[in-house]
């Protein structure tokens, strides 16, 4: 081939972008490539609804290529849910989103969710009287700790007024959010593909939280219901225009502009609750408390980087991990001391009630070289939730681990305040907890913890992920709680791997930081 030949081949490319075109529709003809010579606008034009969902049902379905799934993008929003239902609907490696901000918003107007107690009047009663008593104090601190900051910073002369007062309220909210509990409201927008949509939907429908089951419908529904057009308001007064100079011409633009799109009626349909997940849960927390007989959690450093262990002991360890409240490396000697075959068992129950379509549970994403132990406040914890590039394994929320205060609740002497609230909500907890003739106590009595209390998480990663997280996490912008979290995971690394430390280029947590600069 000659050089001007190359030339020509190459300007022959043609690069465009699809706009307007239904979800499970845009699937189908990006699928038709590895099946048709049409080029995209020749597939889209011969392309329907009807052709769509024909095509979907074979080869999605009956041959299983899922893949096609992961073509079709859907946004959608989720409003008014709880932070804990909020927290496990995002818990997705394939996922992409925003929440409502407990930094850049004032929370003390949201409502909260309340539990299904089952006509329990004392528990409901206990359960709202410890919220808003929670609200109530968050509403306090947060005014008294705006204060406090603007006492000790003054405002610099260059520094508008608007801009002052909003960036020490932040800092503010940044502080009294450790009031917050797990039952406030929030909102969130998110983009997935079906494929990752329909697992969510599945593993929220299998959920032991009446509302996260009830998201896992919502989400169904919404779906293959359909989906709010943002232009229908403009289109009807277009349409209204257009009738009263041509009547077929309105309709024809009726049907084109104001038609119902669902955005994944194909893709989600059979997305129900898995027997896999309930089932193993099930039987793996039995096994994990069989195994650890009610004994002491250990003291454990909040970050801790783990040694190397033989994959048929990682596996059966971190099987278990998510199902109870122990530190990984107390569970793992116990899981080390067990014979080769009952070690076998604990991996079978993970495998054992998988169907045919069920992915391996996220426990089997095993082998990274670097995997810390991390125990932090919840709502750090949320911020260190968006790293998706890394497998995280969470145990359940409890009062168990205690709680973090920050520095500057006892500077500004509101200790006595801050002390009595969690002190309160651990007690509410425990009351709830342990309700009489309620199945889902526990999990009720969860949406009364603080975002203070700390919650155990298991984070696997590769050497560049740990690098990423440590100098994004370490900056002096960011929350002092995710901060040294991040840090710390710095110094594990460091300290097993001193060569590599020059690697990392982070910021260290023990300067002062100018509360000024966001």
Partial sequence: MTPQQQSTEASTIEVFAVHGVDPEVQAYAMAKYSRSALSMKESLREINEQKAEKFLNTFYFQYGHRSIADLAHIAMAIEKLSILAAITLVDEQRWDGQERSTRYQDFRKGKYYVPDFGGDRDAQQLFQETVDSLFRDYEILSEQLFEYLRNLTPRPEDMKPDAYERTLRARAFDITRYLLPLATNTSLG???????????????????????????????????????????????????????????????????????????????????????????????????????????????????????????????????????????????????????????????????????????????????????????????????????????????????????????????????????????????????????????????????????????????????????IAELRSKPEGHISYRRVAYAMYEEVARKHPTLAAVFRVKDVTEPVDLLKR
């Fill in 190 to 468: 998110q983009i997935v593909n079906a494929r990752t949509l329909e697992g969510q939907i599945s593993r929220l429908l299998s959920d032991p939280h009446p509302e996260i089951q009830h998201l896992g419908e919502l989400l169904k529904q919404a779906s293959r219901a359909p989906a709010w057009n943002v232009n229908q308001a403009k289109f009807s007064d277009l349409i209204a225009k257009l009738c009263q100079i041509d009547e077929d011409l309105a309709r024809q633009a009726s049907e084109l502009l104001l038609r119902e799109v669902r955005v994944a009626p194909t893709l989600v349909k059979y997305a129900e609750k898995s027997a896999y997940l309930t089932d193993t849960h099930n039987e793996l927390r039995q096994a994990a408390a069989e195994l650890m007989r009610n004994a002491e959690i250990q003291p454990a450093r909040p970050v801790e980087l783990l040694d190397p262990d033989p994959l048929e002991i990682e596996l059966a360890t971190t099987l278990l991990y998510e199902h109870c409240q122990y530190p990984y490396r107390q569970l793992r000697e116990r899981v080390e001391a067990l014979s080769s075959a009952r070690r076998e068992e604990v991996i079978s129950m993970g495998t054992k009630h998988r169907g045919r379509h069920d992915e391996l549970l996220r426990a089997f994403a095993a082998g990274q070289a670097l995997r810390f132990d991390i125990l932090m406040d919840i709502g750090g914890f949320r911020d260190m939730h968006r790293h998706r590039r890394c497998t995280q394994i969470g145990q359940e929320f409890t009062t168990a681990h205690g709680y973090d205060t920050p520095e500057e609740i006892v500077a500004a002497d509101k200790r006595d305040i801050y002390d009595a609230a969690m002190k309160r909500a651990a007690a509410a907890y425990d009351g709830l907890a342990k309700r009489p003739g309620q199945p889902s106590a526990t999990e009720s009595a969860q949406y009364v913890i603080p975002l203070a209390f700390r919650r155990r998480t298991l984070f696997k990663m590769d050497f560049a992920e740990a690098v990423y």
